[in-house]
């Protein structure tokens, strides 16, 4: 067997290449939206609303109403219900979190178990993506594709409001408006990513890329290139790794790019653990060579 | 001189502590004010309410004559943020940050066009940073960092312009290159607020300076602000004997 033949066997499986198309249509729009979600410090949100959609999901499911809308409805009860708790009560913001998410993820679990079913809704919770049928696809392709235009064309916008968001509001733009708009962008992202990994996995998808981009790079412009062509080729990887080790998919892709943040934290040439040692060296010796007219403005 | 800056009888209060205290105040265009305060005297709460961050529960803010939301649309307020209040290891240059001061003043999704780029050289030669435009902000030093987010409200065109704390963590040159920066941008016609509790410089910055502590103490000449007695008041070493923790 060749090595080619690694690669094009699975792929003469309808249920592979669908496997394949969806987690890649996947990984990009989790890896775009993580970038903003790193730099905000919004990952323990990312894990919130991707766990509290599942209630909405199991609902939408019992009404025979497409999984984004109840997604969407519960993602955005929660982050309410986060604020109100928060707000109103001496209980502090990742407790509110804390205690927000995990009884909506736990109803969704009660949902689950009375709600009388053909397909496994523990799909929802563990992923199913070898599964996957066409109309889930198209389903997948169209939110992801909503999702992906919005951060495409809000990308300048939502970068100040990570960066600056008193900026924001003084040149106009609402902060406020900014921040609802990543947060329901995220609650359509869950459900993207829960076909693939599943409601447990989807916040490894929502934070490994962005991070392991952001060691890459100080360009946040070329983060956002970075992380979804990582967070691709890890998930490609990790399908075909299931694919011949007869493993979970969803687990593997999460490996995957779990040990992609590994090799960068180590190896990374700008802010990994042995480059920074080696920039250091570096720096140690290089520091003269600073052209003249800069070293002459050069402030300590 | 006409005031940029009018504010009418605010009072801020978070909770039970009252943060401002029925403050009017007539910031005049075209100069450099001082605002002088402990730490707790108000000075953020003041620009908070400035840029209209928070409400006040009663007053009104003048901008150049208009309500704060429309002077922020129409791109009259710059801010420069408090060190403490950047993420400064967040992954943009010195030119996106820049940049960010054009987007009021841009399309929907913040194209940049020529005149865009023009305006963000024009800043930095300004406050001559040009050499380091490609730098990540974190590799800037503390002058040259106040430096950045000054060039940004340059960008944006700011009439006022807002500055939290702009010395802290800025050695004694940066601070002279920072003072004469902000006195051309005055009397280019800008006006200029700087909240500071450093007082060294003030002399060859302002043109005028507030104590703050809760109230407006004083307003008026730089070297009265700074006599003993004033400041003592300002910063709560009371010479009456009165209990100064406002």
Redesign the interface.
Known sequence: MTPLDWIIEPLSYDFMTRALVTTVIAAVVCALLSCWLV?IGWSLMGDAVSHAVLPGVVIAYILGVPFALGALVFGVAAVGLIGLVRGTSRVKEDAAIGIVFTTLFALGLVLISVTPSHTDLNHIIFGNILGVSRADLVQVAVLASAAFTVLV??R??L??Y???P????????SPRVLGALLLGVLALTAVVALQVVGVVLVVAMLIIPGATA?LL????G??LVIAPVLSSLCSVLGIYISYWADASPGGLVVVTQGCAFALVYLLGPKHGLLGQGSRARRHRRGAVRLPA??AG???? | MTAAIEVDGVTVRYGEALALDDVSLEVPTGAVTGLIGMNGSGKSTLFKAI???IRPESGRILLDGASP?RA????A???V?QSE???WS????VR??VM??R??RQG???RVRACDRLAVDDALEQV?LT?YAER?IGQL?G??KKRAFVA?AIA?DARIMLLDEPFAGV?K??EATIVELLRALADDGRTVLVSTHDLHALPQLADQAVLLLQKVLFHGKVDEALAPERLALAFGLDVLGRDGVA
């Open positions: 730099l064309l809000t300048r916008d970068t100040l990570a960066f600056d008193t900026h924001a509001h003084a040149i106009g733009l952001y790079t100080d360009r946040f070329r983060m007219d800069q403005s050069v402030e300590t | 840029t209209g961050m939301a922020r649309r129409r791109g307020v710059g801010y943020p209040a950047v993420d967040f992954p943009v240059c996106d940050v960010m001061g987007f009021g929907p999704t913040r001559e050499a990540q030093s002058g040259q940004r944006q050695d040159r940066s």
